[in-house]
C-alpha cells in the first residue's frame, strides 16, 4: 500500500477543503483507493491568513495546520521557499489548492504536483473574481474548473471542467450557490482522477523526493 499525503492550502473559508476531508473518509473512497494500492489522507492544512475560518474547520476536523504569512515575506519568491520548506518537511505527496489567494512562482510549481479548482469555465475569467465576472459575461454558461497549477494564474493543464447553464432572472447569490454545489462534485471526482493516475505510476508530489 502507497500512503499518499495530501497538503491544503486555503486563504479563507475552507468549504471545499471539508468537502474533501470529508470525502476522503468516505468509506466508499476509502475502499475504492484501496483497491488501487493507495492510502489517502490530508496530512497538512497551510494557511497564509491567521483569521481564515477553515483553520476553525480543520481543527474540527482533526487536520494539523500551519500558518505561514505572507505579510512575513518581503519577496513572492521567499514566500514560495517558506511553503516549500514545510511541505517538504511534511513529506507532502500533493498539494490541493483550495482559495489559496496568493500566486505560486515558478520553482514551488516546478517542484511539487498541485491543482487548483476555479469557480469558471477556464479560460475564461480568470483572477479573484470568476463568478461575478462570469455572470456578468455573455456567455449562456457559467463553470468550475480543475487544473494543475503552473506559474501563471488559473493556468496549467486542465484535470475537469465542467459547464452550468445560466437561468434567466437569477440573482448573483443563487448562481454563486450553484458554482459552489458544482465545485463539491467536481473537485473530489478529479482529485480521484489524479490519484488514479498516480496509481497507475505517474510520478507526482515533491518531485526531489527519492
Ligand atoms: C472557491 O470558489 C474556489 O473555486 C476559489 O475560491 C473559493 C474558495 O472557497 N478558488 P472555499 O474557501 O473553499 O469555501
Not at 481543527?59 to 500558518?67: A, D, F, S, V
Amino acid at each position: 500500500m502507497k500512503h499518499i499525503n495530501i497538503a491544503i492550502l486555503f486563504s479563507g473559508n475552507g468549504s471545499n477543503l471539508e468537502n474533501i476531508a470529508q470525502f476522503l473518509r468516505l468509506d466508499s473512497t476509502k475502499d475504492k483507493l484501496e483497491s488501487i494500492g493507495l492510502k489517502v489522507a490530508i496530512t497538512l492544512g497551510l494557511c497564509n491568513n491567521p483569521n481564515a475560518y477553515g483553520l476553525k474547520r480543520c481543527e474540527n476536523l482533526g487536520i494539523p495546520t500551519q500558518i505561514i504569512s505572507h505579510k512575513d515575506y518581503h519577496t513572492r519568491e521567499a514566500f514560495d521557499e517558506a511553503i516549500s520548506e514545510v511541505l517538504q518537511k511534511a513529506r507532502i505527496d500533493l498539494v490541493v489548492l483550495a482559495g489559496f489567494m496568493r500566486i505560486l512562482g515558478a520553482e514551488i510549481t516546478k517542484q511539487f504536483t498541485i491543482m487548483n479548482i476555479h469557480p469558471s469555465f477556464l479560460p475564461l475569467y480568470k483572477g479573484a473574481h470568476a463568478i461575478r465576472d462570469s455572470f456578468l459575461g455573455s456567455e449562456d454558461f457559467g463553470g468550475v474548473s480543475v487544473h494543475f497549477v503552473d506559474e501563471n494564474l488559473d493556468s496549467g493543464e486542465m484535470v475537469l471542467q465542467e459547464k452550468i447553464p445560466k437561468i434567466a432572472g437569477e440573482s448573483l447569490q443563487d448562481f454563486e450557490h450553484r458554482i459552489h454545489t458544482l465545485e463539491y462534485q467536481i473537485y473530489p471526482q478529479a482529485l480521484l482522477r489524479v490519484l488514479e493516475d498516480l496509481a497507475r505510476g505517474n510520478g507526482l508530489g515533491d518531485k526531489t523526493k527519492a
